[in-house]
């Protein structure tokens, strides 16, 4: 079975620091998908980010990047230099490789909180 | 627009009532969802769905049931069976080309409140 592990459940910092989000998951499939999402306090879940387990180069986006290393099952987040905006709910989801009708195996979520 | 439009956005039930939440896509996507989010917890599956009129259970689809009569909408009803339904019910939806066919992509979200 697929499981997600996110084991930081809130991060509290200071406007401009930087943040880190761990994630660590657990499949048999030798393909997969892994996904990070932000919630922000409205509800809807906004993607941010899809990686194939047959790619491992990192990918930096802005201010986000992320690190995914396939030998310690690990797929973390990183925000530099951390805006009030960014204050959300940061899920990592896992997801089998093949057809459209994908199904995601959450994490727990970590609550970040940016303070100005 | 393109996207995912749920409806309503705030539900409130009485014990003892079914109650049918809307989802509709005009993505062009062939496989659609239904997830369950309780306070500071991760999502849940209910129910899925790849194709029009087939769709499968998902981890907790007891006290819950779907139709896929139309490729655009996949309508979840919340049964008086279902024992806990207060929640934060989510639709999502993925198909398409490329490289990002696989992505799946979430509604606003419906709050249901029982009563």
């Known amino acids: 079975a697929q499981k997600v592990t996110q084991a930081q459940t809130e991060i509290s910092v200071v406007e401009k620091e930087d943040v880190t989000l761990d994630c660590v998951y657990e499949?048999?499939?030798?393909?997969?998908?892994l996904f990070w999402y932000k919630q922000p306090p409205s509800g809807e879940l906004v993607f941010l980010i899809r990686?194939?387990?047959?790619?491992?180069q990192n990918e930096i986006s802005g201010r986000y990047s992320w690190n995914f290393q396939k030998s310690t099952s690990s797929f973390n987040f990183t925000i530099t230099a951390s805006q009030v905006v960014d204050s959300a709910v940061y899920f990592c989801?896992?997801?089998?490789?093949?057809?459209?009708?994908?199904?995601?195996?959450f994490g727990g979520g970590t609550r970040v909180l940016v303070k100005p | 627009d393109g996207g995912i439009t749920q409806s309503p956005k705030y539900l409130f039930r009485k014990e003892g009532q079914n109650v049918t939440l809307s989802c509709e896509q005009n993505?062009?996507?062939?496989?659609m969802y239904w997830y369950r989010q309780d306070p500071g917890q991760g999502l849940r599956l209910i129910y899925y769905?790849?194709?029009?009129?087939?769709?499968q259970k998902g981890d907790i689809a007891e006290g819950y049931s779907v139709s896929r009569e139309k490729k655009e909408s996949f309508p979840l009803t919340v049964t008086s069976a279902q024992k806990n339904p207060t929640a934060f019910y989510l639709c999502?939806?993925?198909?398409?080309?490329?490289?990002?066919?696989?992505?799946?992509?979430f509604g606003e979200g419906s709050w249901l409140t029982v009563v």
């Open positions: 499949t048999r499939d030798t393909t997969y998908y």
């Open positions: 990686r194939n387990s047959f790619d491992e």
């Open positions: 999502a939806s993925s198909g398409g080309q490329g490289a990002f066919g696989n992505t799946i992509y």
């Open positions: 989801a896992l997801s089998e490789a093949g057809a459209a009708g994908n199904k995601l195996t």
């Open positions: 993505l062009n996507h062939d496989a």
């Open positions: 769905s790849q194709i029009v009129n087939d769709f």
